[in-house]
């Protein structure tokens, strides 16, 4: 079992900053992938990043590729999204999520059906 807690989420104007927080708890942190996804009303929830056990691997959707910078740190158990230029578009509830079946040291994916446990997620609003 994992549990995920997000954080960081707010109000911020066209062109601002946020940077969400992600803590897990339960399960050994440095052994599986973790990503970032997002849903805004009446839509679908959507990829927006991941990153493997180690690190080294990360993957962005194109929407938000050169503007947000996913991290991890296994000393704290956290995982961490840094949001820049945000645009209207971004606002949207931001889960944070753990795919415990993805382990190997490159190791990614943003299949949604591959993340196991979801955090309750935290809300993102950007005004224009």
């Known amino acids: 079992q994992v549990q995920l807690v997000e954080s960081g989420g707010g109000l911020v104007q066209a062109g601002g900053s946020l940077r969400l927080s992600c803590a897990a708890s339960g399960r050994t942190f440095n052994t599986y992938a973790m990503g970032w996804f997002r849903q805004a009303p009446g839509k679908e929830r959507e990829f927006v990043a991941a990153i493997s056990w180690s690190g080294t691997s990360t993957y962005y959707a194109d929407s938000v590729k050169g503007r947000f910078t996913i991290s991890r740190d296994n000393a704290r158990n956290t995982i961490y999204l840094q949001m820049n230029s945000l645009k209207p578009e971004d606002t949207a509830v931001y889960y944070c999520?753990?795919?415990?079946?993805?382990?190997?040291?490159?190791?990614?994916?943003?299949?949604?059906?591959?993340?196991?446990?979801w955090g309750q997620g935290t809300q993102v609003t950007v005004s224009s």
């Open positions: 999520a753990a795919a415990t079946r993805v382990e190997g040291y490159y190791g990614i994916t943003t299949r949604p059906y591959d993340y196991d446990f």
